[in-house]
């Protein structure tokens, strides 16, 4: 009666009038009681003379789990090899097309085997950072074959170079500045790559207190001019939105949460999208709750509008920075 997904493998249930065989999550009109039998199994349902229901395909569920256990070998012995493989022998490994692989690989993970292992690379090269006692056994440690190569990439690896970070990030510098607006206080930071950060509430100490724990190695510089400047350019863009957000960002976070605020920033003001229409535009229509997860993860507030985002019957849900305060921002677009 619930259709829970936990329930799908449990059991599968026939309707007498129909002939058919349902997951408990089928979305088809529920029928009378007297009307159901329960079975264990598809084999059971079908030698008691019922055939599979074309809606929920209650035959697909075996397949679906095949396809995820498949994916999740591959995903091990991803993080097992030494040298990324390539996707020739992924799909020597799964018995499949380098074509049909890509294509359930990014449709069960939300990405590209290529940037999976990129992923994995990045931990590896952190924890190697943390763990080693020279940056050139952490090179060797986390796959790299040249340190040429590990340092053309380690600045888009880890937002700073190799030798801040294996020091704790201790010579990154954060400049902040808080200011008010229509929403309460806001505070802006910004690294010398671009904004990295934009949060909203009641409190300014409590807005410091966050940067401070989510900076927790970096150095904090308040107080300058030119970012107070910034600040009150944010401000403006809260309380007269724009298409764009026309500032440089630092963006920090995983493959997949990138792939979603970039999305993000394809909704004009004053529209909104439901979860499932966001993961479908990314391309991973079975990641809702991943796409959730990346919406509350984001500390880019307005930069990167998760408050676009509502739920499918088009209710607001939760928000970093309150729900009031999302509700207001939408007021405001759809005026301008």
């Known amino acids: ?36 039998l329960f079975f264990a199994t598809n084999e059971e349902a079908v030698q008691a003379g019922f055939r599979p229901c074309q809606r929920c395909k209650p035959d697909h569920l075996g397949l679906d789990a095949k396809q995820q256990n498949l994916v999740a070998d591959l995903c091990r012995f991803i993080v097992a090899a030494e040298q990324a493989p390539s996707l020739a022998e992924l799909s020597v490994r799964a018995g499949l097309s380098a074509y049909y692989l890509h294509r359930l ?5 939300g990405v590209t085997p290529k940037d999976y292992a990129r992923a994995n690379r990045i931990e590896r090269v952190r924890e190697s950072l943390k763990n080693s006692s020279t940056i050139t056994h952490a090179v060797l440690d986390a796959g790299y074959n040249s340190n040429s190569r590990f340092y053309a990439e380690s600045n888009q690896l880890l937002g700073m170079s190799p030798k801040d970070y294996k020091a704790g990030g201790m010579n990154t510098k954060i ?34 207190n966050e940067l401070q724990e989510q900076f927790s190695t970096a150095q904090l510089i308040g107080g300058d001019k030119h970012y107070e400047t910034l600040v009150a350019q944010v401000i403006g863009f809260i309380e007269h939105p724009s298409d764009t957000f026309a500032f440089p ?58 408050h676009r985002i509502v739920r499918n019957n088009g209710d607001l849900s939760g928000y970093r920075w309150g729900v009031e305060r999302k509700r207001a921002l939408l007021e405001v677009e759809r005026s301008s």
Do not use: H
């Open 175 to 208: 400049y902040f500045a808080i200011g008010e607006c229509s929403l309460g206080s806001v505070l802006v930071a910004q690294s010398d790559k671009g904004i990295c950060a934009i949060a909203l509430g009641d409190d300014p100490a409590i807005l410091l």
């Open 105 to 109: 690989f990014k449709r069960i993970t």
């Open 249 to 306: 960002l630092d963006i920090r976070g995983t493959l997949f949460q990138q792939r979603v605020w970039q999305a993000l920033q394809t909704i004009k003001p004053g529209q909104t999208l439901s979860y499932s229409e966001l993961a479908e535009r990314i391309g991973s229509p079975k990641a809702v709750r991943a796409v959730a997860s990346a919406c509350a993860a984001n500390v880019l507030a307005v930069a990167i509008p998760c």
């Open 1 to 36: 009666m619930a259709r829970d997904a936990k329930a799908n493998g449990s059991f599968v249930y026939a309707v007498k009038t129909t002939g058919i065989f349902c997951l408990p999550t089928c979305p088809s009109r529920r029928p009378k009681f007297e009307n159901v």
